[in-house]
Nanobody
Framework: QVQLQESGPGLVKPSQTLSLTCTVSGDSITTNSVYWSWIRQSPEKGLEWIGYRNPSGGLYYNPSLWSRASISLDTSKNQFALQLNSVTPEDTAVYYC????????????WGQGTQVTVSP
């Protein structure tokens, strides 16, 4: 079974970079036609899709976040990462990494989520 686990600092200061890692087991980051996404959830904005990367070259960022967000795949560690630059308190949310294929299965597997708070 596919398992995903988010990790990273739970507290980030404003203007700094939020960096999270998703460790994947049960599947390979290199698998074609699989999409690795980051999603966040906050009381203010609800669920918000940050973006995805695909080992075949697919790439997407939420238009509201593309200038600050970066998703990378580390095939050697079977991990993928999120970097969100220049964070503000509005970036405070629970961050999830997900795995999926096309269509209805795009966000089929989720990590448990990790709380990230942006605060001085």
């Amino acid at each position: 079974q596919v398992q995903l686990q988010e990790s990273g600092p739970g507290l980030v200061k404003p203007s700094q970079t939020l960096s999270l890692t998703c460790t994947v087991s049960g599947d390979s980051i290199t698998t074609n036609s699989v999409y690795w996404s980051w999603i966040r959830q906050s009381p203010e904005k609800g669920l918000e899709w940050i973006g995805y990367r695909n080992p075949s070259g697919g790439l997407y960022y939420n238009p509201s976040l593309w200038s600050r967000a970066s998703i990378s795949l580390d095939t050697s560690k079977n991990q993928f990462a999120l970097q969100l630059n220049s964070v503000t308190p509005e970036d405070t949310a629970v961050y999830y990494c997900t795995r999926g294929t096309t269509g209805a299965a795009f966000f089929l597997s989720w990590g448990q989520g990790t709380q990230v708070t942006v605060s001085p």
